[in-house]
C-alpha cells in the first residue's frame, strides 16, 4: 500500500529556531506539493515540484521558507528562523504526471499524514 | 477570481439517509474537480475527481459527484450515509495550471 510519508508527526519547537519537515513520496511519483492548513486560512499551497524542479513557490515567505528536493524519494521544507505565526499543520502530497495523456493538473494528489507543527 | 465554495460548513444527517455536501464554483471555462476527505488528525484521502467525460464521476467509499456546467456546481452524494462517513470535506479545484484551490470545507456529522 504506496503512502506518502512526513517525518516529525509533531514538532514544538521555541521561536526562532530551524525547523525541518521531510517528506518521502510515493514511488515513481514525479510531482511533490506543500501545503500548509490553518483554521483562519484553511489549505494553502507553499510550493510545487515536477521531476524535482521547483516550479512554484509563490505561496512561501522566501525570507524564512524554503523547499528543496535533493532527490526523487526526498522532499524538505525548512523554516529559518521559525515564528509562532508559523504554527501550522503542513502537508506534503504527491502525484504522477504522465509524458503525455494526463492534463497538467489533472493528476490525482496523495497526501502524507502531515506535521503538526508549533512555535512558542 | 477563480475561486470554490462550499456553502456549508456543516451538514449533518442521520444514518442510512442521503448525504448531499454541495461545491461551486467560479470560472471561465472548465476547471478540473476534485473531493478530498480529511478525518481527524489525518491527511487529505482523494475522493474522487472530474477531468471530461461522463458528468457523473463514482468515486471511494460509495461516494459520487455530478459535475454540472450550468450551475457550475460539483455537489458530492451518497446514497446511504454510515456513521464512519462523519469527517471534514474539501471541495478543490484546478482551474488554469496545477494549482489546487481548495473550498473552506464542510464538516459532516452522521448520527447513529
Known amino acids: 500500500d504506496a503512502r506518502v510519508t512526513q517525518t516529525p508527526r509533531h514538532k514544538v519547537t521555541e521561536m526562532g529556531q530551524e525547523v525541518t519537515m521531510r517528506c518521502q513520496p510515493i514511488?515513481?511519483?514525479?510531482?511533490v506539493f506543500w501545503y500548509r492548513q490553518t483554521m483562519m486560512q484553511g489549505l494553502e499551497l507553499l510550493a510545487y515540484f515536477r521531476n524535482r524542479a521547483p516550479l512554484d513557490d509563490s505561496g512561501m515567505p522566501k525570507d524564512r521558507f524554503s523547499a528543496e528536493m535533493p532527490d526523487a524519494t526526498l522532499a524538505t521544507l525548512k523554516i529559518q528562523p521559525s515564528e509562532p505565526r508559523d504554527s501550522a499543520v503542513y502537508f506534503c502530497a504527491s502525484g504522477l504526471v504522465l509524458a503525455s495523456g494526463s492534463p497538467a493538473g489533472g493528476e490525482t494528489q496523495y497526501f502524507g499524514p502531515g506535521t503538526r507543527l508549533l512555535v512558542l | 477570481a477563480q475561486s470554490v465554495a462550499q456553502p456549508e460548513d456543516q451538514v449533518n444527517v442521520a444514518e442510512g439517509n442521503p448525504l448531499t455536501v454541495k461545491c461551486t464554483y467560479s470560472v471561465s471555462g472548465n476547471p478540473y474537480l476534485f473531493w478530498y476527505v480529511q478525518y481527524p488528525n489525518r491527511g487529505l484521502q482523494f475522493l474522487l475527481k472530474?477531468?471530461?467525460?461522463?458528468?457523473l464521476v463514482k468515486g471511494s467509499y460509495g461516494f459520487e459527484a455530478e459535475f454540472n456546467k450550468s450551475q457550475t456546481s460539483f455537489h458530492l452524494k451518497k446514497p446511504s450515509a454510515l456513521v464512519s462517513d462523519s469527517a471534514l470535506y474539501f471541495c478543490a479545484a484546478v482551474f488554469n495550471d496545477y494549482k489546487l484551490s481548495f473550498g473552506a470545507g464542510t464538516t459532516v456529522t452522521v448520527r447513529a
Open positions: 472530474y477531468i471530461t467525460g461522463d458528468n
Open positions: 514511488l515513481g511519483h514525479n510531482t
